[in-house]
């Protein structure tokens, strides 16, 4: 009787252990958004962090931000949200948003702090990992375990999986690579983070001027129309600009396209561009660089239009035509 008392006694004090170190464990989703609005690669983050198997924490950093947290305390997932609201992040300046996300890793004990891989991620966590003194993990598509993560390089042509030894990981997930949690179903408490740093004066905030469309944004549409050196110049883009409008797809472009001065560079898939997945992609005048196809081979359906038989984009579309791209796009135009 005394030896079973033992053992169960040995039980419950691991079992209490376990449940401590797993109340200790906690993720910090850094948000993305407009104030007014959440960004759509913050839902495909909070995907990724409900991987990791503990609980999750949304931080929002921004100016009058209410109605952005309102948006983020619905999707299902989120435990808690933390906010951090102040006139001086407008903007979003990363020398501004990176100590407040350090004092919210020191004072919570965050195990994982994850961003989505956009222009936003990616400029705030490496400066969050060289702060905290650990080694940033970029364009995570894939996690395993808490400490094993599946990401690309070169340019998308190997797949490496990893295992990070660092107390604290940093993570950019690709949102392609996640699906978007549910915006509804959740009921997060937020609450006011009381500890926020002396803003710092190394950079101000000027202005921001944004291209106003009635197409769809281009890392989060359905179908996405793509041009290339193919297409000569900027005054032809018109063709798929018409293109675009009648099949309610967004616009994108090539690197060549965008440095050849066809299209501003907010345009650009590809590898140093906007990745995207989206259930039609349609590349019309694009050779198909490793560099272009690292940021659309994952779409559902790729349609290629090429004069050139041997480009290397007919290698991974799923449908091919060879034609004058200034004679068949104008007929597709026509005949939808």
């Given at each position: 009787?005394?030896?079973?008392?033992?053992?169960?006694?040995?039980?419950?004090?691991n079992f209490s252990q376990t449940q401590v170190l797993r109340r200790l464990k906690?993720?910090?989703?850094v948000a993305e958004h407009d104030n007014n609005k959440l960004?759509?690669?913050?839902?495909?983050?909070?995907?990724?962090?409900?991987?990791?198997?503990?609980?999750?924490?949304?931080?929002?950093?921004?100016?009058?931000?209410?109605?952005?947290?309102?948006?983020?305390?619905?999707?299902?997932?989120?435990?808690?949200?933390?906010?951090?609201?102040?006139?001086?992040?407008?903007?979003?300046?990363?020398e501004r948003l990176t100590p407040i996300i350090v004092?919210?890793?020191?004072?919570?004990?965050?195990?994982?702090?994850?961003?989505?891989a956009s222009a936003f991620g990616k400029s705030i966590l490496p400066r969050v990992a060289a702060k905290l003194d650990v080694s940033a993990i970029s364009d995570v598509i894939g996690i395993k375990d808490p400490e094993t993560f599946v990401r690309t390089i070169y340019a998308g042509n190997a797949i490496m999986t990893l295992k990070s030894t660092e107390a604290i990981k940093i993570l950019t997930v690709r949102g392609t690579s996640f699906e978007a949690a549910a915006t509804e179903g959740g009921s997060?408490?937020?609450?006011?983070?009381?500890?926020?740093?002396?803003?710092?004066?190394?950079?101000?905030?000027?202005?921001?001027?944004?291209?106003?469309?009635?197409?769809?944004?281009?890392?989060?549409?359905?179908?996405?129309?793509?041009?290339?050196?193919?297409?000569?110049?900027?005054?032809?883009?018109?063709?798929?600009?018409?293109?675009?409008?009648?099949?309610?797809?967004?616009?994108?472009a090539s690197r060549a396209a965008v440095d050849a001065g066809y299209c501003?560079?907010?345009?650009?898939?590809?590898?140093?561009?906007?990745?995207v997945a989206p259930e039609l992609y349609i590349a019309i005048g694009i050779s198909g660089a490793i560099q272009h196809l690292a940021g659309m081979k994952d779409s559902k359906t790729i349609v290629a239009i090429n004069k050139d038989p041997d480009a290397p984009i007919f290698q991974v579309a799923d449908l091919g035509l060879v034609a004058d791209l200034f004679k068949v796009v104008p007929e597709m135009t026509q005949k939808l």
């Open positions: 009787m005394l030896a079973i008392r033992k053992s169960f006694s040995t039980v419950s004090k906690g993720t910090l989703v960004s759509n690669i913050t839902l495909n983050a909070v995907t990724a962090a409900s991987k990791l198997g503990s609980d999750i924490t949304c931080l929002v950093i921004g100016s009058n931000c209410t109605k952005a947290v309102e948006q983020l305390s619905k999707v299902k997932g989120v435990t808690k949200i933390l906010v951090a609201d102040n006139g001086g992040f407008e903007g979003y300046l990363p004092a919210s890793q020191k004072q919570f004990n965050f195990t994982h702090i994850i961003a989505g997060a408490a937020h609450e006011k983070f009381g500890d926020v740093p002396s803003l710092t004066d190394q950079s101000t905030f000027v202005k921001q001027e944004l291209s106003k469309s009635d197409r769809p944004e281009l890392s989060s549409a359905k179908k996405v129309i793509s041009g290339g050196r193919g297409m000569k110049n900027a005054d032809n883009f018109k063709i798929l600009y018409a293109l675009a409008d009648k099949i309610g797809a967004a616009v994108g501003p560079n907010d345009l650009q898939v590809g590898q140093t561009g906007k990745i």
